[in-house]
């Protein structure tokens, strides 16, 4: 098992404000960002809490951060986090987190479905609750498939009909069971290895309802953060990231709110050259007023 590194760690770090008591890494994976903050701490007597909605993920997590006393895990998605605070009676949190998307972990484990070039069931579920990538393919419209692909994959219009009407069309074909039977498949019609990653990406957004979530957090956020208290939102892609400009700019639209960051925060390209995996995220800062 190799650890995730985490991305943008101490630009995320400096925007704690000083006075700040519980913080919320709300995807922690496997904890990089959560252990970042406590070793960098300003203030010694902090709360910390872990949200990832990945069992497995969270354990692993547990383990990485077991030399820390302060930290409570929570197995929820972020979007329960109010829900979740009301049950521990704390009426609101200083700072958030959400690094979104999947952990290495996610890629590694050949298990998961996640990976293009590992074998594995066509699975992708963050949560065991959920339906599977295969089931989702099985059950979802070639029509709905369709407009997935546009919106969540920017392909053209026709581009994303003819990967529907062809994967709905195969749809018991065996090889739509595992991650490199679809990749079989789809080579059938000249699917290259980019394109078939965005599939897999749309199909892994939509297995987990994931843009779903976020608003779904942001529509609470006023009820979660304490006043000054702020949230951080890394993306990874330009989908989620339209996404989370857009419901920020609303929140600040409301008077309650104030964007920290104007532009987004991108790394630096040292930290592009230490780690590959961060050379598309961008930061977005909100500040409750
Ligand atoms: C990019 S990783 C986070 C990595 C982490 N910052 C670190 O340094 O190890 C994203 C994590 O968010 C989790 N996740 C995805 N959707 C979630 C949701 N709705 N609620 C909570 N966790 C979620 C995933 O299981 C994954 O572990």
């Given at each position: 098992m190799k650890r995730h590194i985490p991305i943008l760690a101490k630009e995320i770090n400096e925007q704690i404000p000083d006075h700040a008591q519980i913080i919320v890494d709300g995807t922690l994976g496997h904890g990089g960002h959560t252990d970042y903050f406590i070793t960098h701490a300003t203030q010694k007597n902090r709360t910390y809490i872990g949200?990832?909605?990945?069992?497995?993920?969270?354990?692993?997590?547990?383990?990485?951060?077991?030399?820390?006393?302060?930290?409570?895990?929570?197995?929820?998605?972020?979007?329960?986090?109010?829900?979740?605070?009301?049950k521990r009676a704390i009426p609101s949190v200083d700072y958030i987190?959400?690094?979104?998307?999947?952990?290495?972990?996610?890629?590694?484990?050949?298990?998961?479905?996640?990976?293009?070039?590992?074998?594995?069931?066509?699975?992708?579920?963050?949560a065991p609750d959920k339906q599977t990538a295969y089931e989702l393919i099985q059950t979802c419209t070639e029509q709905d498939l369709t407009d997935r692909l546009i919106?969540?994959?920017?392909?053209?219009?026709?581009?994303?009909?003819?990967?529907?009407?062809?994967?709905?069309?195969?749809?018991?074909?065996?090889?739509v069971r595992t991650t490199l039977g679809l990749r079989e498949l789809m080579r059938e019609i000249r699917?290259?290895?980019?394109?078939?990653?965005?599939?897999?990406?749309?199909?892994?957004?939509?297995?987990?309802?994931?843009?779903?979530?976020?608003?779904i957090f942001c529509q609470k956020l006023a009820n979660i953060l304490a006043t000054w208290g702020r949230c951080?939102?890394?993306?990874?892609?330009?989908?989620?990231?339209?996404?989370?400009?857009?419901?920020?700019?609303?929140?600040?639209?409301?008077?309650?709110?104030?964007?920290?960051?104007?532009?987004?925060?991108?790394?630096?390209?040292?930290?592009?050259?230490?780690n590959k995996?961060?050379?598309?995220?961008?930061?977005?800062?909100?500040e409750k007023l």
């Amino acid at each position: 098992m190799k650890r995730h590194i985490p991305i943008l760690a101490k630009e995320i770090n400096e925007q704690i404000p000083d006075h700040a008591q519980i913080i919320v890494d709300g995807t922690l994976g496997h904890g990089g960002h959560t252990d970042y903050f406590i070793t960098h701490a300003t203030q010694k007597n902090r709360t910390y809490i872990g949200v990832d909605v990945d069992p497995q993920i969270l354990e692993q997590a547990k383990n990485y951060l077991s030399e820390h006393q302060n930290i409570h895990f929570i197995n929820n998605s972020y979007a329960q986090l109010s829900e979740e605070l009301a049950k521990r009676a704390i009426p609101s949190v200083d700072y958030i987190l959400l690094d979104l998307g999947i952990n290495r972990e996610h890629v590694l484990n050949a298990d998961r479905g996640f990976s293009i070039r590992k074998d594995g069931p066509l699975d992708m579920r963050f949560a065991p609750d959920k339906q599977t990538a295969y089931e989702l393919i099985q059950t979802c419209t070639e029509q709905d498939l369709t407009d997935r692909l546009i919106r969540y994959g920017d392909f053209k219009p026709h581009v994303a009909k003819g990967y529907a009407q062809y994967i709905k069309k195969n749809k018991a074909d065996p090889r739509v069971r595992t991650t490199l039977g679809l990749r079989e498949l789809m080579r059938e019609i000249r699917v290259n290895d980019r394109q078939l990653a965005v599939i897999f990406q749309v199909l892994r957004i939509v297995v987990n309802k994931e843009l779903e979530q976020v608003e779904i957090f942001c529509q609470k956020l006023a009820n979660i953060l304490a006043t000054w208290g702020r949230c951080a939102i890394i993306t990874f892609h330009s989908v989620e990231d339209r996404l989370v400009k857009y419901l920020f700019k609303d929140l600040a639209a409301t008077e309650q709110f104030q964007l920290v960051n104007k532009k987004v925060i991108k790394p630096h390209y040292t930290e592009v050259q230490r780690n590959k995996a961060s050379r598309s995220a961008k930061l977005r800062i909100i500040e409750k007023l």
